[in-house]
């Protein structure tokens, strides 16, 4: 991969050389020589930053569900399936994967950026090897490009933010895709003077706006024509066919691109995605015949379009792409790229303040302007709650600076590099940041006091998210999670500077009405919805206590973001009473701060436990505070060892409702486990017992008796979840692999025939991850004498899937099938078909010399195939001729 620092020489050096051609009349390429029609599709993919605060990990979100949260449901329907796009024929079957991001102009927001990489390293590195490509294919102009850091509204911010909210941008995409971007995405696309000066500072050389950002336009001044005149296109008339040059008051310029507005709406809101076809019809609309040498046909929409709004339409743009533009003859182009080939030729004033999705300015993230509301609900909150975040702010800003200045010998200049942290939370890249920062070299005590400062700046920066204001109602997830970011900020200044804010802050939100009669105001929101978010580390040591009595923890764990180092542990169980003591260091990895704590947790048996925390008071201490709770266990009394614990760390107490909902949640299933397990025995005797009942119901076609149906549904489920677990854990067993195969086809006929709906929630995925692990584990080391079996399994499995209507996701495997089907299956398809020359055997594949030409191999060539048809991956070609 070229680096940041070569990209330039090497575009430079490009460009020379293509040019020298040019003159010679030897190249007339529309990569290189503005020529023809230009598409570009802009897509910005974005979600609101949705960690807790406190713990740095995604909550769960039922409103996702099936799905863990929001950014999980999204990638499933959107992320992913844009970077393995499929191209379909007639028959539903795959010709072709594309990687839409090859193609699409894109912007991914940092926060969205940073979760990929955590949860699918795979589309994550999918998205930077199209940017690589892209980069290839266009003279070294890539398809991303970077955006605002949170999604700030940059208009609303003062100075120092905006530098900061685009210098973290810069550094984050900088570090991904490992060069500088060209151009910038703005939040909203809320642009005013004040932020084009701040992006040209920063070197960034375009951006993209909606057409009635525009205000007026006129050609460039030239010798020739010095004053030519002006254009009112205020009302949404600038052509968006070609770009812009816009002039600062400080004498630099920022390019402008503005996408076409009645396409880009159609594709968000009608039916213009229903095929290529229908897509590359509607934007030949906006082509002018003028016989202009270029002109660029650009949208721009929410990237979520494609797929989670619209489901399966990023098929249609691939499509598009591959077959449907270039049957056109259209060059598919990002924005870098084509002002590279076609510089703007043409001036623009835009309006003072505007946004792409307000009708009056910016007001939407500040004022009740009616933007964003319905159901009759006002947004009166609004400017409340942007007066308390700067009330905030501005707070702050004195304790980072005079406390800072102890710690950094430029304190903002170090907030701007944090985002190297945030990217990096390594200790040892931690270490190297404060000793680039720091005016002496700091006590431990000293980097914890810097860390929180930091911090305490980076969510002062998030409580601005713009998702905050963007709709009807302050208590909305949005709403709540800025108010979060704004707790944290304002808990790190009291930690780090003594400073006590929460009531100036609270008495500002009391000043913003909330619609939803419990809440009545933004203060009691903060304290419902807020409050109990946070954490402290006596929670996070309640956690650790409660869950170690159900899982066996090593000396070293991490809890979320904290280090957890078990210094002493002791279990005992008493007939129905378990009793857990314990010693805990525990570290966050953010501000390195620590805690050692003590604990005692007693589990009195079913939902009930208790649990003390106290800070560790030394070792003398500690062991007789263990010899009493143990002693007093003895009695196998909870009152009496419920006593104990209290006398020895007072009053305060935790419960299985204090543990994070993950754990909890995990736990009540646990301690729900024993119950269910003795319900499933007696629904599953219900249904034995009953069973001719049941048949006579159905051949009689009489309505069955619901308490019949559940039992015969929850006694069938069990079963096949039984055997589906048995198969997945027995693989490396042929013969028992074939005895719960044959159990689940009985299964999948029985609930048929008895027409059950059976809850197989954990049964699909592990079918799913069974079936690809032995597609896998078939191509990776292909045995001819067992090939047939093996195919013969794997279509078994997805029978089964089927019959149990379990609608699998079979994308993985056709992903997996496909990339070997083109690199291994196919070519050696044609080799049985037509042999390669003696002077050419030696490059035979690995794969290759598995088969030979003759008869029998070309049958497991046909097995291989028919594999793929099974799989809904286009496989005729290569099969019709070997038949």
Not at 322 to 343: A, C, D, K, M
Not at 799 to 819: A, R, S, T, V, W
């Amino acid at each position: 991969m070229t680096s940041a620092a070569e990209l330039p020489a090497t575009q430079a050096a490009a460009t020379s050389a293509i040019t020298s051609l040019e003159s010679a009349g030897i190249v007339s390429d529309p990569l290189h020589t503005a020529t023809g029609v230009y598409v570009t599709v802009h897509g910005h993919f974005y979600q609101p930053p949705r960690e807790n605060p406190y713990l740095d990990t995604v909550e769960r979100q039922p409103s996702a569900s099936p799905f863990h949260d929001w950014n999980e449901r999204i990638h499933h329907e959107c992320y992913r399936p844009n970077a393995f796009a499929r191209v379909l024929n007639g028959f539903g079957e795959v010709v072709e994967i594309v990687n839409n991001f090859e193609y699409l102009s894109f912007n991914i927001g940092p926060t969205l950026m940073s979760w990929l990489e955590r949860y699918d390293v795979e589309t994550y590195q999918r998205i930077l090897d199209a940017d690589r490509k892209s980069c290839e294919r266009l003279n070294g102009h890539g398809n991303a490009i970077a955006q605002a850091y949170n999604h700030m509204i940059l208009p609303l911010a003062n100075e120092r933010d905006k530098y900061t909210q685009i210098r973290w941008g810069k550094e984050d995409f900088r570090s991904r895709f490992g060069r500088d971007p060209e151009g910038m995405w703005l939040a909203e696309a809320a642009v005013d003077y004040p932020t084009l000066e701040a992006l040209v500072a920063e070197g960034i050389k375009f951006i993209i706006l909606a057409p009635s950002q525009a205000e007026r336009c006129r050609l460039l001044p030239t010798e020739e024509n010095p004053d030519p005149e002006w254009h009112e296109v205020g009302g949404c008339q600038i052509d968006p066919t070609r770009p812009y040059r816009c002039f600062l008051d400080s004498g630099q310029y920022i390019d402008i691109i503005f996408y076409d507005g009645p396409i880009s709406r159609d594709m968000g809101f009608n039916d213009v995605l229903r095929s290529s076809e229908h897509l590359a019809g509607r934007l030949s609309l906006a082509i002018h015949g003028d016989h202009r040498p270029s002109q660029l046909i650009n949208v721009a929409t929410d990237g979520e379009t494609f797929g989670h709004h619209k489901r399966y339409t990023e098929m249609c743009i691939a499509h598009a792409f591959t077959q449907e533009f270039p049957y056109r003859n259209w060059t598919v182009t990002n924005f870098g790229h084509y002002l590279s080939i076609s510089p703007p030729t043409w001036q623009v004033v835009l309006k003072p303040v505007t946004a792409w999705s307000c009708a009056h300015g910016v007001d939407r993230w500040q004022d009740d302007c009616g933007c964003g509301g319905g159901g009759g609900w006002h947004q009166k909150w609004r400017r409340p709650l942007r007066n308390a975040l700067n009330w905030l702010r501005d707070q702050l800003v004195p304790v980072y600076e005079d406390m800072g200045r102890q710690f950094f010998s430029d304190p903002w200049a170090a907030r701007d590099e944090y985002i190297q942290v945030m990217r990096d939370r390594s200790p040892e890249n931690i270490k190297n940041f404060l000793n680039r920062h720091s005016v002496a070299p700091l006590a431990p005590t000293e980097q914890i006091d810097a860390l929180r400062l930091l911090e305490m700046q980076r969510h002062a920066l998030l409580m601005y998210t713009s998702c905050g204001w963007f709709f009807e109602e302050i208590s909305r997830p949005e709403g709540v999670q800025i108010l979060r970011y704004a707790a944290r900020a304002l808990e790190l200044a009291g930690e780090v500077a003594g400073i006590q804010l929460e009531q100036g802050f609270l008495e500002r939100l009391t000043l913003a009405p909330s619609n939803v009669d419990c809440f009545k105001s933004g203060d009691e929101v903060y304290r419902q919805l807020v409050v109990s978010s946070q954490v402290t580390f006596k929670q996070v040591a309640a956690h650790y206590a409660i869950t170690s009595l159900f899982a066996s923890y090593p000396q070293h764990e991490r809890v979320y973001c904290y280090d957890a180092h078990q210094l002493d542990y002791q279990l005992q169980r008493m007939g129905s009473l378990t009793l857990g003591v314990g010693h805990l260091q525990l570290t966050s990895q953010i501000t390195w701060e620590s805690a050692n704590l003590v604990f005692a947790v007693l589990h009195l048996g079913g939902w009930d436990f208790h649990c003390c925390i106290q800070p560790f008071a030394g070792r003398r201490s500690y062991n007789e505070l263990k010899d009493k709770v143990f002693e007093a266990l003895k009695q196998a009394s909870a009152a009496h060892t419920i006593l104990a614990m209290n006398e020895m760390f007072g009053a305060q107490s935790f419960s299985l409702q204090n543990l994070f909902a993950e754990e909890r949640h995990r736990i009540m299933r646990l301690l729900s486990k024993e119950t269910l397990t003795r319900l499933d025995q007696l629904y599953t005797q219900v249904y034995r017992d009953n069973y001719g009942v049941l048949m006579a119901f159905h051949r009689d076609d009489l309505p069955v008796p619901k308490e019949l149906q559940v039992a015969a549904e929850i006694a069938l489920s069990n079963r096949c979840l039984y055997h589906i677990k048995m198969l997945d854990s027995e693989q490396g067993d042929p013969q028992n692999g074939l005895a719960h195969l044959g159990e689940l086809e009985a299964i999948a006929r029985e609930a048929n025939q008895l027409h059950c709906h059976l809850n197989l929630p954990k049964g699909k995925p592990t079918l799913e991850k069974l079936i690809l692990r032995s597609l896998w584990q078939l191509l990776q080391d292909i045995n001819p004498e067992r090939l047939g079996e093996e195919i013969h399994r794997i279509e078994r499995l997805i029978e089964i899937g089927n019959e149990l209507h379990l609608d699998l996701c079979l994308d993985p495997c056709q992903e997996l099938y496909f990339k070997c089907l083109h690199s291994q299956i196919a070519p050696q398809s044609q080799l049985a078909i037509q042999p390669l020359p003696t002077s050419q055997q030696n490059e035979i594949s690995e794969f290759a010399e598995q088969f030979s030409t003759s008869n029998g191999d070309k049958t497991q060539l046909r097995q291989l195939l028919q594999l793929g048809q099974k799989l809904a991956v286009e496989v005729s070609p290569w099969l019709s001729q070997l038949s």
